[in-house]
C-alpha cells in the first residue's frame, strides 16, 4: 500500500500548483484590468473621433449627388402635373419631353409609361413597350415615387437610375412619369473616382441604395460592389433617420467603418465604406499592445505550471487511466512497468493496480467457472427430470389403457395430463440460454397443446405478450394453466378456448382463460383436487384469483400477479 506520507505529498504538490497559478493571476490582474478600461475607453473615444470624421465626408461626398437626384424628382413632379393635359396630344407631349431634355443635359431618357408599358409619349425615337418587371408591378400595386436603377437601360443600354413618379387625374391612376439618369452623370457629380486612384482620405467604396435594397451606383462604377467589403447586416436594414456610423465586421471578416446618410429620406441613402482609423503602439493596436504584455505575463508562469504539472502528474495519471480503462472494458491488463523517471508514489499505485486487476481476473474466472458447472448440472437435472416424468407418463397411459373402468381410465388421464405438464416445464428450463428467465407464453403453447388446443385450430383464441418469468413463477403458472384446461370439457373441437397472458408497464401479469364447462366427472374428489391445486398455485404466485361462471356454462379464470425482477435467494436449511 502506499505511505499516508506520500498521498500527502501528492496532494501538497497538486494543491502547490494550484495556487502558484492562482496567486500570479490575482496579482497581475488589477494591472491588467486596469490597462484594458483605459485603452478601451482611449479606442471608444477615437474611434468616435474618427467615425464622425467619415460621416461628414460621407455627406460632402454625397451633397452633389443628392443635388442631381432632387432635380429629378422635382422635374418629375411637374411634369406629373401637367401630363394630365397633354397626354392627348402625342406630338405635343414628345415635343414637351424633347425640350426638357434639350435644357437639362443629365436626363438620357423622359417618357411617360401608361398601366399597360405600352410608351407613345417619350423623348426616345418611336414608340417603346416595356416588359412586366417587379418593379412595375410593386408600382402598379402601390403606385407612390421609386427610385430604382437599370444596369441596361432600354433607351441607352447604359447604367442608369430611374425616378418613377405616379400621374392621377382626379384620384384616377393615369400611369407614372419616368426619368433616367446616367450612372457616369451621379458619379461625376459625386467627384468619384477609381480604387487605384484613391488617397487616404478617400473611401473603399461608396454605395447608393433605394429603399429596397437596390444598388443605384458604386465609387467605383461597378453594379456590383465588392463582397468582401459589404456588412453584415443587408441593405435594407439600414435605414437611419438621421446620418450615422459604426464600426463592424465586413462579410470578408475584416473591422470596417460604415457610414450612411440619407440621399432623399426614405427613398435613397449612401453607404461609405471605410479602413478604420484604430489607434497603434508602434507596429501593434494600443488596445493589443496594452493588453498584451499582463497576458505575456500570465501566460508565461500559466505555462511553467501547466508543464510541470504535465511531466510530474498528469502524464502518469494518464498512463495509469489508460491502464484502468483498457482493464474495464476488455478485462484486458498490461503488466508493463512504468516508464524511466516515473516518481515512485505512481510506480507504487501501478504496483498496487496491477495486484488488484490480477485478483479480480482470477476471482472472475472462479466465478464463471462456477456459473457454468451450476448450469450443467442444472440442465443435466431438469433434462433428467423430464425424461422420468415422461417415463412416468407412459406407464401410466399403459395402466389406462388397460384399466377396466371409466372412472378409472379418468382418473389416470388427469394424472397422465398433470405429469406431462411437469415434463414440458423441465424440457422448456432445460433448452432456456437463461435458465433464470423463462418465456411464460411458450410454456402455456406447449401445455394447450398437449390438451388437445392446438394454434391454428379455429376454437383457440390465444393471445400471448411476451412475458418473462423466473422459475418460481414460471412454474406454478403452468401448473395453473394445466388444471384449468383439463377442469374444462375442452375435448370436443367445437368448444372455444380462450387464453390472454398479458403485462402491464409496473409488471403486473394477468393470465385470462376462458373454456367450457366444467367437466361433470363421476369421481368428484378429483374436481375437488383440481380447485385446490388452482388456489395453491394462485397463492404460491402471489396473485389475486377470480372464477366466474358465465351464463353460457362457460368457466372463466382470471390471475393477476406481479413479475419478479430476480430470482429469489434460495433458504439455506
Known sequence: MIPDTA?????????????????????????????????????????????????????????????????????????????????????????????????????????????????????????????????????????????????????????????????????????????SIPNTVLASASGSRRPENLIAEDPLEMITFNRRGQILSTLSGEPQPPEALMPRQELTALFPEAPSAFTGESRGGDMQTYTVTPVVPGEVYVLGVWEPELPRLGRLPTPVAAVLFPLLMWGASLLVASIAMHRLVLVHVQALRSKMRSFGRSRQLDVAPPQAGTPAEFRE??????????????????????????????????????????????????????????????????????????????????????????????????????????????????VLEPVVLVPQQAVPLSLLVAEALGGGNTADDATPVEIALTQDDERMVTLLLETGPPAHATDESDATIGENLIVAFADQLGGTLDRQLLDTGRCRITLTFRALDTVPDALDY
Not at 8 to 15: L, P, V
Not at 34 to 48: G, K, M, P, S
Not at 398 to 420: F, G, N, T
Request: glycine content about 6%.
Open 7 to 179: 498521498e500527502g505529498g501528492g496532494r501538497e504538490a497538486r494543491g502547490l500548483t494550484f495556487r502558484v497559478i492562482a496567486f500570479l493571476t490575482i496579482a497581475l490582474l488589477p494591472l491588467g484590468l486596469i490597462a484594458v478600461i483605459q485603452t478601451q475607453e482611449y479606442q471608444r473615444e477615437a474611434l468616435r473621433r474618427s467615425e464622425l470624421a467619415f460621416l461628414a465626408l460621407t455627406e460632402r461626398a454625397a451633397a452633389a449627388e443628392a443635388e442631381v437626384v432632387a432635380g429629378a424628382i422635382g422635374a418629375a413632379q411637374t411634369l406629373a402635373g401637367l401630363a394630365p393635359g397633354i397626354l392627348g396630344d402625342t406630338e405635343g407631349c414628345n415635343d414637351a419631353l424633347r425640350r426638357m431634355i434639350e435644357n437639362d443635359p443629365q436626363f438620357s431618357f423622359v417618357g411617360f409609361i401608361p398601366p399597360d408599358g405600352h410608351i407613345a409619349c417619350s423623348t426616345a425615337d418611336g414608340a417603346l413597350t416595356l416588359p412586366m418587371t417587379p418593379e412595375r408591378l410593386e408600382f402598379l400595386e402601390n403606385p407612390r415615387r421609386l427610385i430604382s436603377s437599370n444596369q441596361r437601360g432600354p433607351v441607352s443600354e447604359d447604367w442608369v437610375v430611374i425616378i418613377s413618379e405616379p400621374v392621377f387625374d382626379a384620384g384616377r391612376y393615369l400611369g407614372a412619369i419616368s426619368i
Open 349 to 462: 499505485m501501478d504496483a498496487e493496480f496491477v495486484a488488484m486487476a490480477e485478483s479480480v481476473l482470477r476471482d472472475e474466472a472462479q466465478l464463471e467457472d462456477a456459473v457454468r458447472e451450476k448450469n450443467i448440472l442444472l440442465k443435466e437435472i431438469h433434462h433428467r427430470v423430464k425424461n422420468n416424468l415422461q417415463l412416468l407418463s407412459s406407464i401410466t397411459s399403459m395402466k389406462r389403457r388397460r384399466a377396466d373402468s371409466p372412472e378409472a381410465r379418468a382418473v389416470l388421464r388427469a394424472l397422465q395430463d398433470r405429469i406431462l405438464s411437469l415434463a414440458a416445464i423441465h424440457r422448456n428450463l432445460y433448452l432456456s440460454k437463461d435458465m433464470s428467465a423463462v418465456e411464460a407464453g411458450r410454456l402455456i403453447q406447449d401445455i394447450a397443446a398437449q390438451h388437445g388446443v392446438l394454434p391454428g385450430q379455429s376454437r383457440l383464441r390465444m
